[in-house]
């Protein structure tokens, strides 16, 4: 056999795909597990082995990228006569250089999973029948049109997923406004929509600021609601190489976990309580006068308003509040103080609460009083969980955005419309004219993913459109995800329709008690497509088609192009997107997204550039991403954002926000001039020199138009470029004339102002500690009280009549044990395809709670016993005790990413090609037994503080 590889060859034995294969297959039959027996059956594993065994034809490499966390891990796959045989991990890969996972390593059977969905499916008469894709997409678009007649377009739900590309995930936001709604979201707002908010209101932007190979250069890291070790085990041998170069490690958690197992210093927390432990460090850096005061001053807006707020969290304070001794808060932040620079890594830990925007405002604030911003080795590394979620959310799949963060103002909508060269007054023609509440839909916020659920079951009086959503699209999500099981439920047999479009049924297709009106259609993986994807530290990645689509299943775009043409929009959502049998080319979804996307700067990442940095990842260092020499020199991999101009400009791309050191066209930065120019009478444009080489060598605010014609510059702009730039700002002159002027004079497009630690439009100006809906500590609330409820875009939000309940009905003396939720190595998100993989079933087969040894005596528990977890709520859940030490006394954890039995039912899933595709491993999802908890900015939801009961089975 012959082994290619980009057009080269070498000789290659039959080893190279078989004996892997065979070692496997022999060892999983050894162990006789999970592994084993699914090799045994008569789905297509068995008949994909039988295609690899030949000795005949080549073996063909693949450059792709692992589909899991956001690391963008580089694979090599394997595929001989079409089949996907084998796999290395990419040791010339920048980011991952030759690393894997659990769930990296196992990446393959993804592509031909038995447990798929085979061809289009319907539920009907409590029975599932198979359909053609016309019948499917006749039956859905149907249906479609008659909720938008009867109902209005806000009726119909476009739930997106992390998992599309870049291109699917800007195509289906699209989507939903050429529909005519902004109902359309994604599984950010449940993981990282609270990180966006605050950082992006704190900075500028709100993503990743540095990346994973620069923790390289750390001389600190404090981690606070992250467990990399298991969430991100790549991105942890990062950090490890940071710690064996010298940097203090840090790990702030509830839980004992594997990553606080390398810390330097191991601190509790009590759940909840992030803010009173940043002040805590807070306290003593300004006690002590360890804070960078020139960097404030020339930096930093509303300093003071925090060095008042943090006198009230004394060390006393603090260690009734969190747990933590005043000994250790000292001992922690003069370790941050005398490390510098350091960095802060944050996940879900932090920003999965009714302040999680306050969380991740208070990490931010830390980071400027130590000065740790715009450098090597600082800013905060913001792990995200799925390969696309960085780029689903820059590309608008967000019920309060369009593409590029642009909002819903008039204006972002008159820019888009320009990018897709349609008639502003058509684009508006298409959504409700009525106002609902006080709101305009067309301009307001749509419903978020967290309470999608609540947008059908909610009284239409109390929501913000004109009537309850009838018909769902579960694109890519799963709904055990969500917190309130029950609820999600409900919602589901209560709606007319439910739309699953997934490679997996996913719960969306099980968890319901209906016997009619499901649609499955079976997506195609990432593997049977292609694209760009962003990884978490902003670099693009080019992503080649390993195998055609498996059964008869379609890539998301073909999925999107045939409903889209069903429901007569597709003449204007692909006006300029050629379409060849159905299939949109990606390349002019890229082209496309290129000429609007000028905000965070995803315009110079043409195809053409990305599809080079693949074909030469080995090319750039694994030190700082950049190429010193070749066809790619001088440019940072991945271009990361923001990659200004056009793509002919050729910058390289922004490995390291705000950085002031570098010129502009180098990947130099400072903060965003984005909040105006002064607030309260006091200016906040920076008192700082800028990015280097900059024109004004002080702050100054955003580029328009006229100010080009006020400095004289507008006659650089070439005759074309003034047609477009006329009355624009840089953030909406489709030429990028504006930008490429502002960068000839070495000038940030966004201009260059001071990061702002008092955010004058949220709820809370600055981040104050509240204490949780269900606390256990009911003597807190009335100095560290909750919002009072309200009315968030289109929903009612409750917050003080819920802790008002949790202490009338005695519920946390009933429900005595704090609970929080999170991530295991084996497993990802909701689960329904890791569990359907057998390599990793084998490695984790039972849900199950942790629970301390004291705890556990107190209820005569035993490891390993049955148990039920009873939710303050009502929700009844069994599972596994697992007696450890990991959890403190009076707190609890269980892992997200089961599901597949509600409350002690066995969900019932369906048979495709013969075979069930009930995932190997099944258990009751945490979040069935999660409460009622949204952040007020963001609406994500609160997962990480909780109350329950476990008593044994």
């Known amino acids: 056999m012959k082994l290619t590889r980009k057009g080269t060859s070498v000789q290659s034995g039959n080893a190279l795909g078989l004996n892997r294969r065979q070692f496997l297959k022999n060892a999983g039959i050894t162990t006789g597990g999970i592994a084993a027996a699914s090799m045994l059956g008569a789905g297509m594993v068995r008949k994909a082995e039988a295609k690899a065994v030949s000795a005949e034809g080549p073996i063909e490499q693949v450059k792709t990228i692992c589909s899991h966390c956001s690391v963008g891990c580089g694979i090599y796959a394997e595929v001989q006569n079409g089949v996907w045989t084998g796999q290395e991990p990419a040791f010339d890969h920048p980011i991952n250089r030759g690393g894997h996972c659990a769930k990296g390593a196992s990446i393959r059977h993804h592509g031909h999973s038995e447990k798929r969905v085979k061809y289009p499916m319907k539920l009907e008469g409590g029975k599932w029948k198979k359909l053609s894709w016309d019948q499917a997409i006749n039956e859905i678009g149907d249906q479609m049109l008659k909720i938008r007649e009867e109902s209005g377009p806000d009726s119909i739900y476009f739930m997106g997923s992390a998992k599309f590309s870049n291109e699917q995930a800007y195509l289906y936001r699209k989507f939903a406004a050429m529909w005519g709604t902004n109902n359309v979201d994604h599984s950010a707002r449940i993981c990282h929509s609270t990180t966006v908010a605050g950082v992006a209101n704190t900075w500028g932007y709100g993503a990743q600021t540095n990346s994973y190979n620069d923790m390289h250069n750390c001389k600190a890291m404090l981690f606070i609601g992250s467990n990399a070790a298991e969430a991100h085990p790549v991105a942890m041998s990062h950090v490890l190489t940071g710690k064996e170069r010298g940097a203090k490690m840090i790990v702030v958690d509830p839980r004992f976990t594997r990553t606080a197992a390398h810390a330097d210093e191991y601190v509790h927390i009590r759940p909840g309580t992030d803010i009173p432990f940043i002040y805590g460090l807070l306290w003593h850096i300004f006690e002590n006068g360890w804070e960078d005061n020139d960097f404030i001053r020339r930096r930093v807006y509303g300093m003071e308003a925090i060095r008042e707020e943090v ?26 103080a005398e490390h510098r620079p350091g960095t802060i890594v944050w996940c879900m830990g932090g920003t999965q609460h009714t302040v999680g925007n306050a969380n991740t405002r208070a990490y931010c604030i830390l980071q400027l009083a130590l000065g740790n911003m715009g450098v090597s080795g600082g800013g905060a590394n913001i792990f995200r969980g799925h390969d696309n979620v960085q780029g689903a959310t820059d590309f608008g799949l967000l019920f309060d955005n369009l593409p590029g ?5 008039e204006g972002a909508w008159k820019h888009w419309s320009n990018v897709w060269n349609l008639d502003f007054d058509w684009v508006k023609g298409r959504f409700d004219q009525g106002s609902h509440l006080g709101k305009v839909p067309m301009n307001t916020p749509g419903i978020p993913c967290s309470r999608w659920h609540d947008g059908v079951l909610e009284d239409k009086a109390k929501i913000g459109q004109k009537d309850n959503i009838r018909l769902a699209f579960f694109w890519g999500q799963s709904v055990n995800t969500e917190t309130r099981g029950r609820e999600v439920r409900e919602a589901l047999n209560k709606m007319d329709t439910v739309v699953v479009v997934d490679p997996y049924p996913t719960m969306a297709g099980v968890m319901h008690q209906r016997k009619d009106g499901v649609y499955l259609l079976p997506a195609a993986t990432q593997f049977e497509t292609y694209g760009s994807i ?18 008869e299943s379609l890539p998301d775009h073909v999925i999107m192009y045939k409903i889209a043409k069903k429901v007569g929009m597709a003449d204007q959502m692909f006006k300029h997107i050629q379409v060849n049998n159905d299939e949109p080319l990606v390349e002019d979804i890229t082209r496309e997204f290129n000429k609007g996307m000028w905000t965070i700067g995803y315009t110079g990442q043409s195809p053409e550039r990305l599809k080079q940095h693949q074909e030469n990842w080995h090319l750039f260092s694994w030190e700082d991403l950049k190429a010193p020499g070749g066809a790619v020199k001088g440019e940072t991999y991945g271009l990361p954002w923001p990659c200004w101009g056009t793509p002919e400009l050729k910058h390289p791309g922004t490995h390291i926000l705000y950085d002031t050191s570098k010129h502009v066209m180098e990947g130099g930065g400072n903060f965003r001039a984005r909040f105006g120019v002064e607030h309260d009478g006091v200016s906040i444009l920076a008192e700082d020199a800028g990015s280097k080489g900059n024109y004004f060598q002080d702050g100054f605010p955003e580029f328009t138009a006229d100010m080009l014609k006020q400095l004289g510059w507008w006659d650089e702009l070439t005759a074309e470029e003034k047609q477009h730039a006329e009355g624009k700002n840089w953030k909406t002159d489709i030429s990028g004339g504006i930008q490429r002027v502002a960068m000839k004079h070495g000038c940030i497009p966004f201009g260059n102002a001071k990061a702002r630690v008092k955010v004058w439009t949220f709820p809370d100006e600055i981040p104050v500690h509240r204490e949780p809906l269900y606390t256990p500590r009911r003597d807190l609330i009335a100095k560290y009280p909750t919002h ?3 009315q968030v875009h289109r929903l009612p939000t409750l917050f003080k009549s819920i802790q008002d309940r949790v202490i009338s009905e005695n519920l946390d003396k009933k429900f005595p044990l704090v609970v929080t939720s999170g991530r295991l190595v084996e497993y990802e998100g909701g689960g329904e395809e890791t569990r359907s993989n057998p390599w990793l079933a084998e490695l984790q087969q039972e849900m199950f709670v942790e629970i301390n040894p004291v705890d556990a005596a107190d209820r005569g528990i035993r490891d390993g016993d049955d148990v039920k977890l009873k939710s303050p709520e009502g929700a009844v859940i069994g599972m596994k005790a697992m007696v450890t030490e990991r959890v403190s006394v009076g707190e609890t954890f269980m892992p997200y990413h089961f599901a597949g039995v509600f409350e002690g039912e066995e969900l019932q899933y369906p048979e495709s090609g013969g075979i069930s595709t009930k995932p190997y491993v099944v258990g009751e999802s945490a979040n069935t037994a999660l409460t009622y908890g949204y952040d007020p900015v963001t609406q994500m939801q ?3 503080v909780s109350l329950c009961e476990i008593v044994k089975a």
């Open 788 to 790: 009072e409820d309200m």
């Open 534 to 551: 962003s990884a978490s530290n902003r670099s693009l990645q080019w992503r080649s088609k390993v195998i055609e689509p498996m059964f």
């Open 405 to 409: 963060y642009y909002g819903l103002s």
């Open 311 to 336: 006198k009230k969290y004394t060390p006393e304070e603090v260690e009734d509040l969190t747990s933590v001794s005043g000994e250790q808060m000292y001992r922690v932040a003069k370790m941050l």
């Open 942 to 944: 609160e997962t990480k």
